[in-house]
């Protein structure tokens, strides 16, 4: 099959030569202003060392969770027996231990974070609940250190991974008004993105003294290819872009935050702490002069009480998706999803509080406005998801196009 994800002046000119048309990820985004090939140079050029290097510290490697939830909707729901599947949760202390007592009192004191390998933080603040049911205060939470515990293929796959997207798209992706399509292309893209983060790294080797992950292009094309989608695989994808957008333009908006005298990214390593906030703003501020900023108003262009109707949809809708994720049977796909729905509902959090951040004060509390440590956590790895999704299709571009010449040469 020769449909595939090629750069936009490769794709063309190979398309022409061969007398074909390629589904060329390429030009104008729908509901957008901006186009693919602005979000490729930006996204792979600018963004990707800085952002990258940021969630490889110890303040966005580590994401509390509680991943043994029972679902809401199914009783048949089985787990995934695959090894892969497990997930590694950081070590932890036993309450009862003196040791615990003696830990707490210190922690408290020195307003240090540090738990052994983990940096274990204190809540900033109370779990704001708007969009997401997070029960992170519950004794089954656990943190889990986000490197060792990677977003690859895992085995988990059939009807019950299938079950999951199913629900999600016919419960709560019905694109009726421009507003409803603008959230069905969210779930799409977040979808695409999980896909390509699957074929990228995929299990390719599995023997007792070796296990090896790598990019699989037949099964990127089974999962993106237009012949093989029935034309979806490249509308998959553009989703992928206009998420990527969203996302994009929330971390434009949130400046304000995190750009306070106050705001501090505790670890227990001061130095270490000032040069990853100052990594932070740069990151921000880049993402503020990005040139075609998604217009979070079309979101809502009606009236003022439909506005808030619809809001309302969304909010809703969010809440049954992160109920869902209680659903899927791999622990390490439980893990990316909760971690990827959260940072998403922290994104609309954002942009329906355009309002509220106009309003935060350069020194002082944030009243009107805030975020958990768990939600700027979720905020940032979630976008990372997406920038390094967008990394991994040029990656699959090289792979392809020497198949597209050697076949028609």
């Not at 979630?382 to 050697?406: N, V, Y």
């Amino acid at each position: 099959l020769l449909a595939a994800v090629i750069s936009p002046s490769t794709c063309q000119r190979v398309a022409g030569e061969a007398n074909l048309l390629l589904p060329c990820v390429t030009g104008h985004i729908d509901d957008c202003t901006c186009d693919v090939e602005t979000i490729d140079a930006f996204n792979n050029y600018k963004l990707f060392p800085r952002l990258n290097e940021l969630l490889e510290s110890d303040y966005f490697r580590y994401y509390k969770v509680n991943l043994k939830k029972p679902c809401p909707f199914w009783n048949d729901n089985s787990h995934c027996g695959i090894r892969d599947c497990a997930v590694k949760p950081c070590p932890t202390v036993s309450k009862e231990s003196i040791f615990f007592t003696v830990f707490c009192i210190w922690l408290l004191w020195t307003k240090r974070k540090n738990h052994g390998r983990c940096n274990l933080p204190l809540e900033a603040f109370v779990t704001d609940p708007t969009l997401c049911f997070t029960d992170i205060h519950s004794p089954d939470a656990e943190y889990v250190d986000l490197l060792l515990n990677p977003e690859r293929y895992t085995g988990y796959k059939g009807p019950d991974a299938w079950k999951i997207w199913n629900s999600i798209y016919e419960e709560n992706c019905k694109p009726f008004s421009n507003e409803k399509r603008a959230f069905y292309k969210l779930i799409s893209g977040l979808h695409a993105s999980i896909n390509i983060h699957l074929s990228a790294r995929y299990l390719l080797q599995d023997t007792w003294s070796e296990k090896k992950w790598g990019p699989n292009v037949t099964e990127f094309q089974q999962r993106f290819d237009e012949v093989l989608t029935r034309g979806e695989g490249p509308r998959r994808l553009k989703n992928l872009y206009f998420l990527y957008l969203i996302e994009l333009r929330a971390l434009s908006k949130v400046l304000p935050f995190f750009d306070r005298p106050g705001f501090q990214l505790y670890t227990g390593n001061t130095s270490h702490d000032a040069e990853i906030k100052n990594l932070l703003l740069e990151i921000l501020h880049l993402a503020k002069s990005f040139p075609l900023h998604f217009d979070e108003n079309s979101f809502f262009a009606g009236n003022k009480k439909e506005a808030a109707k619809l809001k309302e949809e969304f909010r809703l809708h969010f809440k049954n998706i992160t109920r869902i994720m209680d659903c899927v049977g791999c622990f390490k796909c439980r893990l990316w999803g909760k971690l990827q729905t959260q940072g998403l509902g922290t994104v609309l959090k954002i942009l329906f509080s355009e309002n509220l951040i106009g309003k935060i004060p350069e020194s002082g509390p944030s009243y009107g406005f805030r975020l958990t440590r768990q939600e700027i956590v979720a905020l940032f790895n979630a976008f990372g998801r997406l920038f390094l999704a967008i990394r991994f299709l040029k990656d699959f571009q090289s792979m392809l196009l020497p198949m597209l010449k050697a076949q028609w040469s």
